[in-house]
């Protein structure tokens, strides 16, 4: 059978806190977290299975959805009357009084979802990483290997290894040992730098799924996790493959892209994976039109930069920055910076290495470097973000890189 005759229905875990992303998640779930201006993190994971050719899709929520539900029903309305759509499923306690317990407890709660649209195959796919997945690709290698669970991975750094979850396989694929985030993660066969880390996306067989969720759910001593619970009692019990990332293709990739991706979970990793985009020739391209992210698209004009006042210094200019519509450069100087839609940057400001989230205004004289400033900040005349870190760490959130991070509606005085 070929991928996209499959029948496939994916659920996307989006009910996650990120804790470690905090303030960017005080108001809302970590996929609502805005991304490149004028994205969604959850943005990527849909762009990737609507343009792979799958487009039944719920949306698992339980934290602070509101902006996110809002996003979805306002960006990614697809043709009902061809069976598509995108829908969110707020957590209802379905079974029982509980909360989602865990994220195959997310999963329990809602097996009415597969029993109705009663697919061949199940995604399981998570919300907040950075990356572009062909994911029939994925598919066609679960289909192929006649697996009854494919967990994608890619290697990362072994210093990073206890961040995630470690596979080892044999040489046909077939994972033979599944560990969640351990302090000591096993190296790869002659990579003794690199583990194999899994990604937080399945594609399970339809009743597998429902059967090895089920199962997990009379457990009372379980954690109910997919990694720590349902991937960890598969091993050896049932066919459980690894799908390389880094062999995956998409229309009009270029080969330093290829296996790029991204955990943004942490204040640095965020404000690094924005530095990727800055690049001159980032390795992360949002301008491929054959891969394209989508998204919900405000009413806005075009951006505008003003003042040529080369003799006072008084210069409305961006240098190696994305900005999104409706910003107004007013005389000021942004570089290697990532501007949300309607920021407004004042005459003689500067601002450089940060991210700027919607309606963030930066007065005149302001200096903002190395910093994350969520939607509606308001940067005083005058006043500085990253130049006495502190001072900062008196008021804001300062990653261990020094990344200062300014809560949603701030007012910074000098």
């Known amino acids: 059978?070929?991928?996209?005759?499959?029948?496939?229905?994916?659920?996307?875990?989006?009910?996650?806190?990120?804790?470690?992303?905090?303030?960017?998640?005080?108001?809302?779930?970590?996929p609502a977290v805005?991304?490149?201006?004028?994205?969604?993190?959850?943005?990527?994971?849909?762009?990737?299975?609507?343009?792979?050719?799958?487009?039944?899709?719920?949306v698992l929520t339980q934290y602070k959805a509101s902006s996110l539900i809002t996003h979805l029903v306002r960006g990614w309305q697809l043709s009902p009357i061809l069976g598509q759509f995108v829908e969110p499923v707020p957590a209802q306690q379905r079974v029982g009084r509980d909360w989602f317990r865990g994220s195959a407890d997310a999963v329990f709660q809602n097996l009415n979802l597969v029993s109705d649209v009663q697919p061949h195959v199940v995604a399981v796919f998570g919300a907040d990483h950075?990356?572009?997945?062909?994911v029939s690709q994925m598919v066609q290698f679960h289909l192929d290997?006649?697996?009854?669970?494919?967990?994608?991975?890619?290697?990362?750094?072994?210093?990073?290894?206890?961040?995630?979850?470690?596979?080892?396989?044999?040489?046909?694929?077939?994972?033979?040992?599944?560990l969640e985030k351990p302090k000591d993660p096993p190296p790869m066969?002659?990579?003794?730098?690199?583990?194999?880390a899994s990604m937080g996306n399945y594609v399970f067989d339809a009743q597998v799924l429902v059967d090895e969720i089920t199962r997990d759910a009379e457990k009372q001593e379980s954690v109910h996790d997919f990694g720590r619970s349902i991937l960890t009692s598969m091993v050896g019990r049932r066919a459980m493959y690894v799908y390389d990332f880094q062999q995956n293709t998409h229309p009009g990739i270029e080969a330093k892209?290829?296996?790029?991706?991204?955990?943004?979970?942490?204040l640095d990793a965020y404000w690094d994976a924005h530095m990727d985009l800055v690049a001159v020739t980032p390795i992360f391209n949002l301008y491929n039109r054959e891969w394209p992210i989508r998204t919900y698209y405000q009413h806005l004009p075009a951006a505008k930069f003003v003042f040529d006042g080369v003799a006072t210094d008084r210069i409305g200019i961006a240098t190696d920055?994305?900005?999104?519509?409706?910003?107004?450069?007013?005389?000021?100087?942004?570089?290697?910076?990532?501007?949300?839609?309607?920021?407004?940057?004042?005459?003689?400001?500067?601002v450089e290495e940060s991210v700027l989230g919607e309606g963030c205004d930066i007065g005149r004289?302001?200096?903002?470097?190395?910093?994350?400033?969520?939607?509606?900040?308001?940067?005083?005349?005058?006043?500085?973000?990253?130049?006495d870190l502190e001072r900062d760490r008196a008021r804001f959130t300062v990653s261990d890189a020094g990344i200062v991070a300014v809560a949603k509606g701030t007012v910074v005085t000098p």
């Open 1 to 30: 059978m070929r991928a996209r005759d499959v029948r496939l229905l994916a659920l996307i875990l989006a009910g996650g806190e990120g804790t470690r992303l905090q303030p960017l998640t005080r108001d809302r779930a970590k």
């Open 34 to 58: 805005p991304f490149g201006g004028r994205y969604r993190l959850i943005d990527f994971v849909l762009s990737n299975f609507v343009n792979s050719g799958y487009f039944q899709v719920k």
């Open 130 to 134: 950075v990356y572009k997945m062909d």
């Open 145 to 178: 290997k006649r697996a009854e669970l494919t967990v994608a991975a890619i290697p990362v750094p072994i210093a990073e290894g206890s961040q995630f979850g470690i596979i080892e396989c044999d040489a046909e694929g077939r994972v033979v040992r599944f």
């Open 189 to 196: 066969p002659g990579r003794p730098d690199m583990c194999l």
């Open 257 to 266: 892209e290829r296996g790029y991706w991204r955990d943004v979970g942490t």
């Open 321 to 350: 920055s994305l900005v999104s519509p409706g910003c107004i450069v007013s005389g000021a100087h942004v570089h290697r910076s990532v501007l949300g839609p309607g920021v407004r940057v004042h005459s003689y400001a500067r």
């Open 365 to 387: 004289d302001a200096r903002v470097r190395r910093a994350v400033l969520d939607k509606f900040v308001r940067v005083e005349p005058g006043a500085t973000i990253g130049y």
